[in-house]
Every structure is written in structure tokens, then in C-alpha cells.
């Protein structure tokens, strides 16, 4: 470009644009697998700090530390128990939370949470950010 204020300016809109929630260490909570073996379906995750989730399967990137996660489950018979509970996490930096309800017995309304850390192995090469879970 020839006008160097203009050249600036677009360079700046440019890294600005670019930039996003995956330009610094994150973590993310999602549903987990559901399990026989192990009494477990998937829960939804429903808000991250009372902020609505976009996806019930799978929060945006979000910041380390302490953090509210509200999940939610349901079975295919209607509501069991209580459908939410709000988990207080500590997100640990590149690492991904999978979220299951652990249902002892189908004909009873009791679940709990039961949260399952694994590293993000992109994230852990990209900050070289040490994971929970390893």
C-alpha cells in the first residue's frame, strides 16, 4: 500500500479480527459419553457463569480458573430429581471436561455429576500449557 497510515490501520484491523478465544490457553466443558458399565449418560451443559451455553453439548473456549457450570439431565422418562446443578470449577489451562450424570438406579430421581478431565492436545503444543488430567 502506498499510504503507510492506511497500511497500519489495515494491519491492526487484521490482527484484531483475527484474534480469538483460541489465541491464549482455554478449556472447555462438554457432555461426556454415556456408559453402561459405568451407570453414566450424557449431561448438557446449559450456562458457563450464568451465561447461556450456545450449545447444550459443548461450551465455548473459556478462560482458567474459577468458574459456575450449570448441567442439566433429563432421562427419556421426564424429568429425574432435580434437573440442574451448578458445579463450581477450577479449569485448569488446555485441559477439556467431559460432564456425565451418574445414575445408580433408572427408577429412582437421583443423578450426580461426575466430571472427567483429559489434556487438549492442540492447546498444550500451541501454549506448551501443562493439562490436568494426564
Known amino acids: 500500500?502506498?499510504?503507510?497510515?492506511l497500511a497500519a490501520v489495515a494491519a491492526t484491523f487484521a490482527a484484531t479480527a483475527l484474534?480469538?478465544?483460541?489465541?491464549?490457553?482455554?478449556?472447555?466443558?462438554?457432555s461426556g459419553s454415556k456408559s453402561e458399565v459405568r451407570k453414566e449418560v450424557p449431561a448438557a451443559v446449559t450456562k458457563v457463569d450464568g451465561a447461556s451455553t450456545k450449545n447444550p453439548r459443548r461450551s465455548d473456549p473459556?478462560?482458567?480458573?474459577?468458574?459456575?457450570v450449570t448441567v442439566a439431565f433429563e432421562s427419556a422418562k421426564g424429568q429425574v430429581g432435580e434437573r440442574e446443578r451448578?458445579?463450581?470449577?477450577?479449569?485448569?489451562?488446555?485441559?477439556?471436561?467431559?460432564?456425565?450424570?451418574?445414575?445408580?438406579?433408572?427408577t429412582r430421581p437421583e443423578w450426580?455429576?461426575?466430571v472427567y478431565p483429559e489434556p487438549i492436545g492442540e492447546c498444550k503444543k500451541k501454549f506448551g500449557t501443562p493439562a490436568a488430567g494426564k
Open 112 to 114: 450426580e455429576p461426575k
Open 19 to 30: 484474534a480469538g478465544p483460541y489465541d491464549q490457553p482455554y478449556a472447555i466443558v462438554e
Open 62 to 68: 473459556i478462560p482458567p480458573g474459577l468458574h459456575k
Open 86 to 106: 451448578v458445579l463450581d470449577m477450577n479449569l485448569e489451562p488446555c485441559t477439556r471436561y467431559r460432564v456425565v450424570a451418574k445414575v445408580e438406579n433408572a
Open 1 to 5: 500500500m502506498k499510504n503507510p497510515l
